[in-house]
Each structure stands twice: as structure tokens, then as C-alpha cells.
């Protein structure tokens, strides 16, 4: 026995003792064909009623299973399918379609024993197969996350804030464990060497510090003999104890890094809508000098802070995230003021170290809030010290010049400056260099002062040659697995700025060893590599904002002697397919999916977006959208959807809407995922799109409405019906289609059938007059809205002749319509008004409508011909024609 689908009752030999019985079930197969559940259901029923036989009762139970399962009714499939189960303990389907309603309802353990005794009836059943994999994955991942931190910390949080919380057992617990550890030793524990019990901690403090953070924006106090009383007070204890940590000496080089995400997800505000940054303020007032000594440490010397390759770097977008959370000049000044004291402390009067010491915080402000940085550099003597420190013979020296050096030479106003001073120092470290630490910066450096024209091929700094040069060095030290990764890292740094060239991106996707070296390491520990990864990809599928110059303002500005800038020959769109097609080859996709799988704060929402960028670039042709979806890349889209910049959000959705289009959004998003995609899609919806934009989204949208009930309503949820009414206005012909379209599926809701029932409304006009237009598109779209609505609300059927005086023409018209599908809905549309009234009928009869059913009712056997015969059929019920007169 081979099952072809999930949901489809099975036909049995009729029974002559009981073809009453036999007939309703038919009758019922046949609506739920139609996609009429609730109907099938209520045939099932009756027939249910009739005294049936014990087999015939389990065939029932079990099509009513497969009707409440399409409803999406998960508890009554799961009864219906036990009774069938109680009349024959070897019925498979019914087996089957039990475990997909005890799946949906989450008792998988239950959900996976009928599974099994399926696959033990049908072993070679590849549905049964394919289905006992898919849900032991899924209790598998289940015990994995019960068993984490993060489950047992949510349990045990979700009392803190109540005394009267039910389960004490968990509470005495819970209680305990604050009591004895206290605020400041948990905090204490995330600095400890053991990266486990580290790691532990912190998810333990992300807990609390969401529920002090809840309890605060509800205004919450709590009553007397709560563990937590004033949560707004116990959330600056905890901020107050990290900050602490950050200069602890014995702190954990990775406690640091914990210390600082936790700071960078809780202190800055989520919204600029949010009017309140005084946590902001406060945190720079208690703690800036704190983040900065974590910033400007050295990672070698005996004595200074323990620090990984990624703490220098979280500390820089932890001061940039507070720069930006400021809302005014004068808190603004507050922070450079402070920046610049911290410096000035360490850079005068304190030797040479100190001045190291300095240097590196400068760098650790350019990498952050650039504007912080670039006044640090205008102090006097940094820059001159900057300069005289790379000559130096001591390499820890000359590692911190000339990194301060590279981050100065990536900032517009310092770039001209360094072009002068510093080129020709940085060409003799590279040349002359020993070591290769050195070189591979020194190089960088010459990488970004060698990009300085960007894209603009007319505008290069270096000799014909010099970039593809630099580029090919870069990458010889990225396949150089002997150097360590945050060495390594420097030549990814490099190729971020040398692939503006056009001719570097072509060697660059050539060079295959190059490629898998840049993935590997983008999924390596070194975190700080994410950005420059994410660069050199949105370089090399020319993802970044481009525009065409206008025609007649590039001759005005030949004219006037002005610079032009031009496009390189290889940036042309053939040239960038190419390059993604090789990329795709390579396995970019898989390296992104694991780029967006880390916590690291380095994936910050700039990062998020050039991500994004890559993304909708590698979806742009429809035959790459299989492999980026068999790659993950559905599932690591939805969360740069939902969280980064606005730019990063919309190309996010844009690339899902694509997918959404041409794949089967089941496979593409599977389980509740595809849910998370509605949101994003209805973001495209909005003015600030572009047209391109609203359309994919539209279509996208009709896709996810004719899969089920729950996704329409979740599309209903998001506010999208107005919108997509809207764009049925638009004067776009593909727009204004699409969006009929997904008028259409969407009218399959009762909540739109309301709509189009309430009084005064113009819906109903919208769609019959669009019914007659002359792009065969949008007629069939509305056409199909018109019989779905027609079909569930026959109250309609009545008001199409009040809209409009043409109605009988455009019906029609979709009647002698060469397409049989447009015939087939109009032919639809008909039965429905006859069915509905018999003045309507009467009206029809007495045009040319009558003449044109009866010679559709002779064709060959069609569902045209099937609706026109009982059109006929109808209007001899209602004594309008004789029966010789149906065309029988």
C-alpha cells in the first residue's frame, strides 16, 4: 500500500448493504478534492449516522481525521484518528495521520511510536521513511535544548519576580541559589578560567538581566518577600559588577568577552523611539575609562589585562553602540572629553608604555566611534609618535604603530595626510620587514590607501598593476596555514579594500585555495575577521549601492572639466553572474550560515546588512535559488530579516521573497519557520520600497496564502490586507496584478469575506469590473476572487448586478474566453449567482447567457462543461427552461 499524500481519503469497494452510506462518502471524497473540508466533514458525518459498518466507521474516522488535519484542528484529527485505530489496530493511514496531529501538538514521543508501527506495516513506505527521520530530529534537538543551560536558567528566572510564583520547590531553589551565590559572585564566576562554567553563567546573567529589564519597563516593584524589589536599582548592581570585572586582574580572557556582550545586548537602548538613555549616560559616567583600559590592552606583556583576539574588538563596537545611543551635542562632548582625558593620562608622562598604551586605545576608538578617534589623532603629538614608532626595532612596537597607522589610513580625513607621509614608510616595511606580522600589516595598510578611488575606475593611486600585486601577496598569506588566524586575519583585511578593483575580484574568485581559506576561516574563532569576510563578498558580487550617472549630467560635467567616475569593463553584469556563480561553487553560502550562527557582538547590525547584501545578490537569478536553499540559506536569512539596520532588513526580505516565489515555501521554510516570513514580506509593502520590491513581496505573499488557513491569518495579523488593497490601485499592471492575486488567496479568510460583504464597500466593483479587463492576467486573478467569494458568501451573488451595469457582459466574456481557465471561473462565478437566487437565474436566462451555457454544456467533458450542465440543470429546477432546452 503506498501512500500518495498525507491528507487524502481513500476511496473504498462500494457496499451494496449500505449505499446510502457508501454515497455520502463519495460524496464527501469528492468535496475534499474541492478543498470544501468543512463540507467533506459534515458528508463523513451523516454517513457516520447511517448505521455504518465497523469498517466502514474506520475509512470515516479517519477522512474526518484528514478533514480536521487540512483545518488545521489538530486535537479533534487526533481523535478521529484513535477511533478509527479502535476499529482496525492495523489501519496505516490512520496511523499516520495520527502522528501528524500528535506531531503539531507536540507530544512527539507519542507522535514517533505510530511512526514507527507505520514503518513496521509498510517497511519500504519512503513517506513513512522520510517521516520517522524528520520527527526523531526533532526529539533529539528537543532533548539537546532541555537539557542546556538556557532551558533550565529560563525555568528557574521565571519566578524571580513573584513571590507568590507557583512550584516551590523550583523557588526554594531558586532562592537558594541567589542567596548563597549572591549578585557579585555570579558575576564573579563568568570571569573564571573553565570556558564551560563560564559560558553558564553568562547565559544565567542574560536571564536576569532580561527579567530586571522587563520588570523595569513595566514599572514593576515587587511585593514584600520578592527576591527582586526594585528592579530598576538590581540592573544597575549587575551593570556595576561587570564594569568591575572588565579590570580585574586573574578575569578570564574569555569572562572579558562575556563581560562586554552582556553590556553590548542590555545598556544601549533597542529603539531611538525609546526616549530614555540614561542607562547610557550612567554607564559612561561609572565605566567609560573601564572599557577603554579593556580596548587599549596589549595581548602579550606579563602584567596587563588577560584579553583574546576578539576583546579589543568587542570593546570598540561596545563604545561605538554608546556613541550612538547619545542624543545630543553636549552629551556627545562628554564622551570625547572623557576619551580624550583617558589618552592624554597615558600618552604623557608615562614613558614609552604609556604612549603604546595610548596608541592602541586611539586605534580601539577608530575601530568604534570613529569621531572619538579621529579627534584623538588631532591631539598633539599622536600622530607624529604614530610615524616614529613604526621605525622602531621592537616588534610589539611597531605592531601597535602601524595598526593605529591602517585604521587612521581607513578614515577620509587622515587618508591624504598618510598618502604623504606614510607611503613610502609603509612600502619599506613591507619590503624590508622581517617579520611577517609586520609585512602582512604594513600591506594592509597599502591595500587601503591603494582603494581610496573606491569603484571609480578612472580615480587609482597606485601604478597599473600595484593593486593586483598587493592582492595576490594578500592572498598567498591567506592560504598560509603555518600563520596564526589573527595574522591571517590582516589579509583578509587587505582583500576587503583591494576588491573595489574589478581585476582583483576576477583573480580573486579564480584562485579556489584562496576561497576555502576565506571560509575557513570566517568559521574560525577569530571573530573580528566577520566584517572584512562580509566586505570582500559584497565587493565581489558588487552588492553595494551603485547608480547610473545621468547621461546629460556626465557630459555637463565633461564639459565643466569635472571629474566623472567610471565603471570598470569586469564590474558589468555578466561579469558579476560569473563571479557568483563561482562563488556559489565554492560553498559561500554554507560560510555565511555559519557567520550568522555566532553570538559574537562582532556581528553587529553593519555587518548584518553586508550579509544581507551578499545574500539577495546570490538569489538574483532563479536557477542559484535551489543551491542557496539546499546550502541553509533560508534559515539564515530570516534572522537578518528581523534584526540589523533598515537597509540590512529589506535586503534580507527582498532575497526571501525571492526564494518565497519560485520554491515551495514548505521545503524552503520548514515547520514554524515559514510563519517568521510573513513579517518581513509585509515590510515590503510599504511606500519606502521600491516597486521592484513591492511586487516580489506580493507575490511572495500569494505563494504563502494558498498553503493554509493559519498563514493567512498570520499575513491578517501583520496588518498586510490595507496595503495589498492599495497596490490593487497601482498603476503598474504587474503590480496591480499581483496584488489582485493575493486578494484572491487571501478571500479563502472569513475575515476578508467580511470585508467584502460590509456595506459600502467597493471591493466587490473592484473586482468584477477587473474581471473584464482586457490583460488576461489580472482578469483570470479576479476572476478567481470572484468564484472563491461567490462560492462562501452567496449574498454576494446578489450585489454583482447592483455594481455595475456591464456585469452581464464581463460574465460573458469570461464564458467565451479562448482560455479555459478564465471560462472555467466565470463558469463558476454563474452556477454560484444561479444557485443563489432564482431572480438572478431568471435575469441570465433571458440573455444571450442561456445560449452561451448550452453550447459549452455540449463540449467535451470539462469542469466548464460539468458547471455550465448544472447551470442548465438549475434554471430547469426553477421552471425558467424546459428540460429540452439544457442541452442534454
Known sequence: MTVSGPGTPEPRPANPGASSVEQLRKDGNELFKCGDYEGALTAYTQALGLGATPQDQAILHRNRAACHLKLEDYDKAETEASKAIEKDGGDVKALYRRSQALEKLGRLDQAVLDLQRCVSLEPKNKVFQEALRNIVGQIQEKVRYMSSTDAKVEQMFQILLDPQEKGTEKKQKTVATLSVLGTRRVVSILGVENQAVSLAACHLLQVMFDALKEGVKKGFRGKEGAIIVDPARELKVLISNLLELLTEVGVSGQGRDSALTLLIKVVPRKSPKDPNNSLTLWVIDQGLKKILEVGGSLQDPPGELTVTANSRMSASILLSKLFDDLKCDAERENFHRLCENYIKSWFEGQGLAGKLRALQTVSCLLQGPCDAGNRALELNGVMESVIALCASEQEEEQLVAVEALIHAAGKAKRASFITANGVSLLKDLYRRGEKDSIRIRALVGLCKLGSAGGTDFSMKQFAEGSTLKLAKQCRKWLCNDQIDAGTRRWAVEGLAYLTFDADVKEEFVEDEAALKALFQLSKSEERSVLFAVASALVNCTNSYDYEEPDPKMVELAKYAKQHVPEQHPKDKPSFVRARVKKLLAAGVVSAMTCMMKTESPVLTSSCRELLSRVFLALVEESEDRGTVVAQGGGKALLPLALEG????????????????????????????????????????????????????????????????????????????????????????????????????????????????????????????????????????????????????????????????????????????????????????????????????????????MLEILSVLAKGKESPVTRAATACLGKAVEYGLIRPSQDGK
Open 645 to 848: 539596520t533598515d537597509v540590512g532588513q529589506m535586503k534580507a526580505a527582498q532575497a526571501l521573497a525571492k526564494l518565497t516565489i519560485t520554491s515551495n515555501p514548505e521545503m524552503t521554510f520548514p515547520g514554524e519557520r515559514i510563519y517568521e516570513v510573513v513579517r518581513p514580506l509585509v515590510s515590503l509593502l510599504h511606500l519606502n520600497c521600491s516597486g521592484l520590491q513591492n511586487f516580489e513581496a506580493l507575490m511572495a505573499l500569494t505563494n504563502l496564502a494558498g498553503i493554509s488557513e493559519r498563514l493567512r491569518q498570520k499575513i491578517l495579523k501583520e496588518r498586510a490586507v490595507p496595503m495589498i488593497e492599495g497596490y490593487m490601485f497601482e498603476e503598474h499592471e504587474m503590480i496591480r496584478r499581483a496584488a489582485t492575486e493575493c486578494m484572491c488567496n487571501l478571500a479563502m479568510s472569513k475575515e476578508v469575506q467580511d470585508l467584502f460583504e460590509a456595506t459600502g464597500s467597493d471591493r466587490l466593483k473592484l473586482l468584477v469590473l477587473y474581471s473584464g479587463e482586457d490583460d488576461e492576467l489580472l482578469r483570470r486573478a479576479a476572476a478567481g476572487g470572484l468564484a472563491v467569494l461567490t462560492s462562501t458568501r452567496p449574498s454576494l451573488c446578489s450585489r454583482i448586478p447592483q455594481v455595475t451595469t456591464h456585469w452581464l457582459e464581463i460574465l460573458q466574456a469570461l464564458l467565451l474566453s479562448p482560455n479555459q481557465e478564465l471560462q472555467h471561473r466565470g463558469a463558476v462565478v454563474v452556477l454560484n449567482m444561479v444557485e443563489a437566487s432564482s431572480e438572478i437565474a431568471s435575469t441570465l436566462m433571458e440573455s444571450e
